[in-house]
């Protein structure tokens, strides 16, 4: 808290006179160099001092990275995240510091919250090869996003959105034959792939293997020129969008169940089965993403005949 005191204001006030002084406005710009340039020393003398400031005011300062584009280089230098590499609080700064080698792009997710952004299934390929991902879940971060698009010559990626390949980047991850079993061939799975897309039809917008997937059989993630799935949900909670997006399918070639698929889609498994696992795929990654199912009753079903199936 603070008083700015001016000999130079009018006694005779009101908020349209104040909004349109050049006084204010030359008010207005000193006190935010002058707040900019305090908040830049003490995040660099008093590092823990500033990120207690950060956890109470951080929402506030990624608004000017939305509102004020003069001074968004100096706030880029103050943002801080959360990230997959630990608990501390990291800057934009310190992420490309830690880059791995083919790495070009900063790569983020954006979700309601930390321990749900933790657990995406879209972060298991980044984990795998040691690249940091930052953690977003503040609401304003989908609005600044729009309008910052690089930091210091890197590309500000979301890790849901677009096709993403990290074949280049870092140590390929070891293969754990034992766990994985038989390799399925590249033509089983172009097989389930077209199964898959056939029996989905118009409720995805495309079916492809992932490279973000180590562990998780399917994931959901919008197309590169699509809005980003977290801001979409944000803007029909709010009314403010009628539309959803169709999504992109990934799935898994390494993982069993989709192994086994393949195998069952070209040797001419049940047509059946096939197509109700195919709808159980798509219903598990949209709870994966938190979103609603469109036929809960079909869900049910499928999931019922599945496990009668398996206890059988």
């Not at 952004?117 to 879940?137: C, D, I, K, T, W």
């Not at 609401?139 to 309008?147: E, I, M, R, T």
């Not at 199964?195 to 197309?223: W, Y």
């Not at 938190?290 to 009753?297: K, V």
Request: hydrophobic fraction near 35%; include cysteine; aromatic fraction near 4%.
């Amino acid at each position: 808290r603070g008083i700015v005191d001016s000999e130079d204001l009018p006694l005779n006030i009101s908020r349209e006179m104040l909004q349109n002084s050049p006084l204010m406005r030359h008010i207005n710009q000193a006190i935010t160099r002058r707040v900019l340039k305090e908040l830049k020393k003490k995040a660099k003398k008093k590092p823990e001092a500033y990120a207690e400031f950060w956890d109470n005011f951080g929402p506030v300062l990624k608004e000017g990275l939305y509102e004020d584009q003069d001074r968004r280089d100096v706030l880029l230098e103050l943002v801080r995240f959360r990230s997959t590499s630990g608990s501390d609080l990291v800057s934009l700064k310190d992420y490309v510091s830690r880059m791995k080698e083919g790495q070009e792009a900063i790569y983020y997710i954006t979700g309601d919250d930390i321990d749900t952004l933790e657990n995406s299934p879209q972060l298991e390929g980044f984990r795998a090869r040691g690249v940091e991902v930052l953690l977003l879940s503040d609401p304003v971060d989908d609005f600044w996003l729009s309008a910052v698009f690089e930091y210091d010559g890197h590309a500000l990626t979301s890790a849901t959105r677009g096709a993403t390949d990290l074949s280049n980047i870092g140590e390929e991850p070891e293969k754990n034959e034992s766990k994985e079993g038989k390799t399925t061939k590249d033509s089983d799975i172009a097989t389930l792939i077209a199964l898959v897309k056939q029996t989905l039809g118009e409720s995805i917008k495309d079916v492809r293997t992932s490279d973000r997937l180590t562990d998780s059989a399917v994931c959901l993630v919008a197309d590169e020129g699509d809005m980003d799935m977290r801001l979409e949900r944000m803007l029909k909670a709010h009314k403010q969008l009628d539309t959803q997006s169709v999504r992109i399918l990934e799935i898994n070639p390494r993982h069993a169940l989709i192994k086994n698929m393949a195998t069952a889609a070209t040797k001419g498994g049940a047509a059946d089965d096939l197509e109700d696992l195919a709808h159980l795929l798509l219903d598990q990654a949209r709870i994966i993403e938190g979103e609603n199912l469109p036929d809960t009753a079909a869900f049910s079903r499928r999931m019922a005949t599945v496990m009668t199936k398996a206890a059988g």
